[in-house]
């Protein structure tokens, strides 16, 4: 009956998104206040009706209603309460409902500011975000319906259907097949949601976008309007990226972070052009520049992220991510192509009225450098969407599938991020307007010296890797300049207004947020292309199996494997754990245990790492479990990952910097109150 | 995957029993390849079976019995281009990490390139274009400010601002000095 309940209420938020699209229609070309009104209450209304139904959903998972094939397949008896819940997005049916919900979420906020200013956009951001969220209902109605049951048919199989087949006999089953094990890390929950924040977020500047395009509104109120919702998408996106490269460090048992497999591409792909137009919405606010650039940028986004849950979610490329396989591809096909063909159409209309309101003066100039970054943007994401659909054109052309692996990523990215690391460098340091190569020669060569003496040092003190050495020196570089930014601003705060380091530093970054913001996120940028550097240059790896009581060195850590157990633990699983001791010369540094997870009622096993975690390296230990494991003997594989913890360092870097940027500016409230 | 592992499996046995006679007469002389040894050569092989996993870290048994073929065969004497053709004539190309450089794979390495230089040409097109355009002397106020369309700095300051901002910020420093 809840069930039935639960399906009911999404059926009637897609029929109430549809109407919403018809009343912003009708409400816009009629100039009907009252039809844009009712499709503003009426996308109002989608959140506490998706709300219920979510809930509702959630009823069902935590009380064990294993009758429903959702429920049955991400949750079972023994998995506690907090894991139950969040199996809510632990499946392909629930994620995508988990989108729609984040979407009802974010456009009813939307539509809750005071418009009257720009009333004109509201019935195109209506529309917008109710076609997108009626598209999402109709893959939940449609295709994957979490409130499907079990039905047993005349002929003996067991299908999932919303209302019974002919002879078909409900089904109960006493217990669920429970969540993927892979998936019951608490990165892997909160992952993504973080990562779907991200995607959903994004809509909201590319709703706006669109309604600026179909009013031929050609000034950038649409960017200011959206600004905030662009940095919680690209905050969101971000730290979805980094959970996901945490959970696969900790969850995976290979060592790394990061695989260039064609899923993390495709959540990477819109974070690429949502960094770039992040940067480049700048040039148009300061200087009027680059309007048609901007909107390609934010139709390239919505596109890639709906492309990102299309390649997640239908299984079209098979990878480590595709636990779930759908017929809900050719739909997500479909819809890709309608909006981005409407979205570039719209944009070539409207294109002459976009053009620049001044032109570009310099080269050395900082929005000349913004363009350069924005190319360099452009081109990993060229590498990024090539690499992932190659192989399926070479599948349809030749009949025979290749793989595009970390060596090509690795290969044509790598130049490209250096030179993005070179621009963060540089750009800070130029100005508006009108640069020459003297002026912004005379601000570099003062952060360019000791920069220059970073991989001196380091070739002396043994490291003779040249990437290592050019990306460790673009590092510092991005370092100093930084620093040097914000000394220049603390030190005359301190002169002119006569205040102590930390106060002058408070006012500064308190007057300037967005700059000094943007500052700190490149800072944690750079600390955390340290720990990039550090694995993907410098990761040692050695495999052995070892009798008790036998050794295995790596870099200059001994390993000693002292004993193996093997216990069943209270949810079920079977656990097999090593210790071993380390030590560091003749110095003891303690214990790890590398374990492997057997779950029986999946019959899938789950490898976690032993990890001695500091900032200069990890020792990352893995129980082989493939291979011939007994309490007498036991294959090990150990990596040395130098200087990874950086990475994470510069996650939480990063966050602070956002804070900074994103905090509200007292004056940008009250001017917005004003209007 | 456990259904292609069943179907795998005789073939693996097929091949492995094939080459099992000599392997035991060469393995009596040399002594059994390491685990780095094999791994060496097992990063740079994709899973057959289960894709974009590459054959040194992938847990399927499969996997498992082809680490083991790559022993045998290093203890055949074999060489490391000698092992990656053997998987490739068998399995095909998608079990190297990249795709071989020939026919139509030459896309895969020229379009990037191509495309990142086009945009490249096409910027400083552009670049040219408007230099050609700005002919008039630049006064740093192309565009009207006004505090809400410039919250860049409390007292919202557009671009004359901010740039005078920095050189406030000089001036006062070379006072110091």
Not at chain 1, 539 to 544: C, D, I, M, N, S
Not at chain 1, 664 to 673: I, K, S, V
């Amino acid at each position: 009956m809840l069930a039935q309940f639960g399906f009911g209420v999404f059926a009637l938020t897609f029929m109430l998104a549809i109407f919403c699209v018809g009343a912003a229609v009708v409400g816009y070309f009629d100039k009907s206040d009252r039809w844009v009104e009712a499709a503003r209450r009426g996308m109002l209304l989608t959140f506490p009706l998706i709300t219920l139904g979510v809930l509702t959903l959630a009823y069902l998972l935590v009380t064990g209603h294993y009758e429903l094939q959702y429920v049955y397949s991400v949750t079972s008896n023994e998995m506690p309460l907090y894991l139950k819940i969040t199996a809510l997005w632990g499946g392909q049916a629930g994620s995508l409902v988990l989108w729609s919900w984040l979407m009802s979420a974010f456009a009813s906020a939307i539509t809750l500011r005071k418009w009257e200013r720009d009333r004109d956009l509201l019935p195109w951001v209506v529309v917008v975000t109710s076609i997108t969220l009626a598209f999402f209902l109709s893959l939940t109605i449609l295709y994957e319906n979490p409130f499907a049951r079990w039905w047993q048919t005349a002929g003996g199989d067991f299908v999932p259907r919303m209302f019974a087949p002919s002879g078909g006999i409900p089904v109960s089953p006493a217990d669920g097949q429970g969540l993927n094990p892979l998936l019951r890390h608490p990165g892997m929950i909160i992952h993504p949601p973080m990562l779907y924040l991200g995607f959903v977020a994004f809509v909201i500047p590319f709703a706006f976008a669109i309604a600026a395009l179909v009013t031929g509104r050609s000034d950038d109120r649409w960017i200011r309007l959206t600004r905030r919702w662009t940095l919680i998408a690209w905050l969101f996106l971000s730290l979805g990226l980094v959970l996901g490269m945490r959970w696969a460090y900790d969850v995976l048992g290979w060592g790394g972070y990061w695989a260039w497999d064609p899923v993390e591409i495709s959540a990477f792909m819109p974070w690429l052009t949502g960094t770039a137009f992040l940067h480049s919405v700048m040039i148009q606010e300061k200087r009027g520049m680059f309007k048609q650039w901007n909107m390609l940028l934010i139709i390239l986004t919505y596109a890639l992220v709906i492309f990102g849950t299309f390649l997640t979610r239908s299984g079209v490329l098979s990878s480590v991510h595709a636990f779930a396989q759908s017929a809900i591809g050719p739909m997500f096909f479909a819809f890709i192509g309608i909006t981005f063909v409407t979205s570039v159409a719209l944009l070539i209309y409207r294109w002459k009225d976009l053009h620049a309101e001044v032109e570009m003066h310099s080269l050395f100039s900082r929005e000349a450098l913004f363009l350069l970054n924005n190319l360099l943007f452009m081109g990993v994401l060229i590498v990024c969407f090539w690499g992932v659909i190659f192989p399926l054109i070479s599948e349809l052309v030749t009949g025979q599938k290749v793989t595009v692996g970390p060596p090509f990523y690795q290969r044509a990215n790598g130049p490209l991020f250096g030179a993005l690391m070179a621009i963060m460098g540089i750009a800070p340091l130029s100005a508006w307007g009108r640069s020459t190569f003297k002026t912004l020669g005379r601000a570099l060569w003062k952060p360019s010296i000791p920069s220059a003496i970073v991989p001196v040092v380091l070739a002396i003190l043994g490291v003779h890797n040249w990437i290592a050495l050019i990306g460790f020196a673009l590092v510092a570089f991005v370092i100093f300049v930084t620093l040097f930014e914000f000394w220049r601003g603390v030190h005359s705060r301190q002169n002119n207004q006569n205040e102590n380091f930390l106060v002058a530093l408070w006012q500064l970054a308190g007057r300037n947020r967005r700059r000094y913001g943007g500052y700190l996120i490149h800072l944690s940028m750079v600390v955390m292309a340290i720990g990039i550097l550090g694995i993907e240059l410098f990761q040692t790896t050695t495999q052995k199996t070892l009798a008790v009581g036998e050794e295995i060195q790596i870099a200059d850590y001994t390993l000693r494997f002292d004993s193996l157990a093997q216990f069943p633990y209270t949810d079920g699983r079977i656990v097999t754990r090593a210790a071993l001791s380390v030590f560091q010369g003749v110095q003891y540094l303690g214990n790890l245990y590398p374990r492997y997870d057997y779950y029986p009622a999946s019959g899938q096993p789950m490898t976690i790492a032993g990890v001695r975690s500091t900032l200069a390296d990890d020792l990352y230990v893995v129980l082989v479990n493939w291979e011939n494991v007994s309490s007498a003997q036991a294959p090990f594989k150990v990596y040395h990952n130098p200087l990874v913890n950086w990475l994470w360092i510069g996650s939480l870097m990063f966050i602070f910097g956002f804070l900074v940027a994103a905090w509200p500016e007292r004056d940008e409230e009250r001017w917005e109150d004003k209007k | 995957m456990k259904v292609k592992n069943i179907i795998l499996l005789p073939l693996f046995l097929l091949l492995f029993g094939v080459a099992f006679i000599p392997v035991v007469a060469v393995s009596a002389q040399q002594p059994t390849p390491s685990d780095d040894e094999v791994n060496a050569i097992a990063r740079q092989l994709y899973c057959p079976v289960c894709e974009n996993t590459p054959l040194d870290v992938c847990p399927t048994t499969a996997c498992h019995q082809w680490r083991e073929l790559i022993r045998q065969m290093l203890a055949e004497g074999k060489s490391e281009a000698d092992i990656k053709q053997y998987f490739v004539d068998y399995y095909g190309a998608r079990v190297l990490s990249e795709p071989p450089r020939t026919g139509i794979n030459w896309l895969v390495y020229v379009v990037p390139p191509v495309a990142f230089l086009a945009g490249a040409y096409l910027l400083f097109r552009a670049f040219q274009t408007w230099k050609r355009l700005s002919k008039e002397p630049f006064t740093g106020a192309d565009r009207s400010s006004s505090p809400g369309t410039e919250p860049e700095t409390a007292k919202g300051s557009g671009i004359v601002e901010d740039d005078a901002y920095v050189a406030r910020l000089e001036e006062e420093l070379k006072k110091r000095k």
